[in-house]
C-alpha cells in the first residue's frame, strides 16, 4: 500500500527519493562524494510499508534491492579516464497466511429435558446444526469456496439453512450462494455433498488476529431411511468434513478434521398378562396388566397404548381400577382402551427413556355374551417415535410392539346317571341289571357356563338294542339363573319308540343366557328320558351277557372345541330262561 510508506532511518550524508514507476514506485537511497563506504563498512536504510488490502491467502512476494551506481574514486577521474562501477542486488520474499477451517457439531434440535441425544448421538428426525470456522489473512478473497462433504448413510441438506455469523469479525463476507439448491426448508438427496460459494470475501487489514474469523452454519436432517439405525449392533455412524479454498489458490485446499454422530433410536416392546386365564365365565372379572418397555438406545416419545375390549368377549363399560404411570392418561373410544403421553406432562414423565419399564393395569369383566369353552385371545399394543411432537418435514422413526394373551373361557361339565328302571318288583331286574322290554330312565344333567349359548344342544347317543321313549322328555330349569331359547327341537318325536341305537337330539334353537353367579349349584341343566330295551337277536340276557353302554354330549353353534361328554352307568342284560 504506497500511501503507508514511511522512511525510517538513513545512514549520516545519504540522500533518498521515491520515483515513480508503473504499478509503484522504487525507493532510492544513494550518498554524495564527501561519503564513502571504508572497506568492511556498510550504509543501512529503513522504510515501514503496509501490505495492500488486495493481497491474496497463501501468495509469496518478491522485494528486490539493487545497487546501481559505485565508483572507485572520489570525484571525477583526470583525463577521462574511466573507473569501475560496482553493482548489486538482494531479494526478500515473504508469503501471506493461508486459510483455516474448523467443523463441529453446533447444536441438535432435540433438546428436551432429560434430552433424548447427547453430544453426537442423534434420533431419526432430528435437525443437526454444523459450524464451520473460517479463519483468513486479512486480504481480499475472490471466489472462496466451502465444500460439505457427507457420507450417503443418513443426512440430507435443509436448502436454505446456511447463514453466517460475524460477531467479532472486522470485514465483510459480501453475497453467498449454495449449490445445488432447492426451495427452502425441503431437503436434498441423502449425502448430497453441498457448495457454498462467496464472491468476494475482505478481512480488514488492522493487524489483529483475532477479528478473521466468522462462521457458516448448516443444518441437516437425520432421515427415516434404512440406512439410519439406531439399535446394536449395527448402529449408524456419520462422517462429515468440509474443505476451503479459492479460485487461483498457490496453496493446497484445506480439509477439516472429521466430524462424526451416531443414530439413537427408541424400540419399544409390550407384554400382556391377564388373571385368570382358565375357567372363565361371563361376569367375571379379568385384571390386566401390560408391561411396556424401552430397549432401545433413546428416549420415545408420544406413546400410546391401546388395548381393545369388544363383545361378545368384554363388557368395556364395567372398566375398574385403572392405573397409569406418572405423565400418561387414558381414555374409552367405543370399545378401545387408550394410554396415552399427557401432552400436558413434562418429557422425562411423558417419555419412555431407554432401559426403562412402565406398567399399566386395569380390571374388565368379561361379557354376559361371553360364549363358552372358546380361546379368547385379546391383543395390546404400543407406539411410540423419535420425536417429541413431529417437525415441519414429518419426518422420525416410529417404534412399536403387539402382544396377545389368552383366557379360556368355561366348559359345559355333564354328567349321566340311571335314575330308576321299570321292573320294580322283588324279584325283578335291581341295579344296573336291565330285562328285555324293560324300561331304563336316565338323568343327563350339565352346568352350564355363563353367559350367552348360542343353539344349545344335548345328544343323547343311545347303544344299538335301545330306544328312545318318544315323549318321555322332560325338562328341569329349576336350577338355572338365566332363560333358555324359547324354542326346543327333539328328534326322534315320532311315538312310540325311536329307532334301534338312534341318537336323542334335543337343541335350544337361539340364545339360551345364563347370568353370573356365585352359586357353583346353580346353572344346572336336568333332563330326564326314558330308554327301553329291545327285543331284539343282538339283546343277550343268557352268558355272556349283552352290556349296553350309554353316552352323552353337549355342544352349541360355533364351538370351537369338540362337544363336552360324559359316558352314563353301564347296563347288563338279564332273563329267564
Known sequence: DLATFTLVSLPPGWGTTNV????????????????ALPPGGGATGVFTVALAQGVRPNQV???????????????LPPGGIAERNDTANNSVTFTV?????????????????????????????????????????ES????????????????????????????????????????????????SSMGQQMTFAFTNVVVTGDNDTNNNTFYLLADYLALDHAANDGLPPGVTVH????????????GA?????????????????????????????????ISVTLAVTNSGTATAYDVVIEDRLALPYFDIATLASVVAPTGFVYEVAGDLLRFRSDTNAPTGTNTIEAGEALVFTFDVRTAGTLPPNVAVTNTATVLGDSL????????????????PATFTADDFEPTKILVSTSETGPADSTGTNLQIGEYATYEIAVRLPEGTITDLQVTDALPAGMAYVAGSLAVNTNDLNGTLAPATNITPNVPPLGASGEDVVITWTGDSVL?????????????????????LPANSGLAPQTLLTNTASITYAGNPNPPATVTGPVVRLVEPL
Request: glycine content about 10%; aromatic content about 6%; cysteine-free.
Open 388 to 403: 417429541a411432537g413431529t417437525n415441519i418435514f414429518g419426518v422420525q422413526r416410529f417404534t412399536g410392539a403387539t402382544n
Open 61 to 75: 512476494y518478491t522485494n528486490r534491492m539493487d545497487i546501481t551506481e559505485s565508483t572507485t574514486l572520489y570525484g
Open 20 to 35: 515513480a514507476v508503473a504499478g509503484g514506485i522504487r525507493f532510492e537511497m544513494f550518498s554524495s562524494n564527501e561519503v
Open 239 to 250: 462422517t462429515n468434513r468440509a474443505t476451503l479454498t479459492y479460485g487461483g489458490n498457490p
Open 97 to 137: 497466511p493461508g486459510l483455516g477451517l474448523a467443523k463441529t457439531l453446533d447444536a441438535t434440535s432435540e433438546t428436551n429435558v432429560p434430552p433424548d441425544s447427547t453430544g453426537s448421538s442423534v434420533q431419526i428426525g432430528e435437525r443437526l446444526t454444523y459450524r464451520l470456522a473460517i479463519t483468513l489473512p
Open 253 to 285: 485446499v484445506v480439509t477439516s478434521a472429521v466430524v462424526t454422530t451416531t443414530v439413537v433410536e427408541p424400540l419399544l416392546q409390550i407384554a400382556k398378562r391377564l388373571t385368570p386365564t382358565n375357567n372363565v365365565d361371563a361376569g367375571d372379572v
Open 515 to 535: 347370568a353370573a353367579s356365585t352359586n357353583p349349584s346353580a346353572n344346572i341343566l336336568r333332563l330326564r328320558l326314558d330308554a327301553v330295551v329291545l327285543d
Open 140 to 187: 481480499t478473497i475472490t471466489n472462496l469456496t466451502v465444500v460439505d462433504t457427507l457420507t450417503t448413510n443418513g443426512l440430507a441438506y435443509i436448502f436454505g439453512s446456511a447463514r453466517l455469523v460475524t460477531t467479532g469479525f472486522v470485514g465483510s463476507t459480501g453475497a453467498f450462494t449454495e449449490s445445488p439448491s432447492g426451495a427452502a426448508n425441503t431437503l
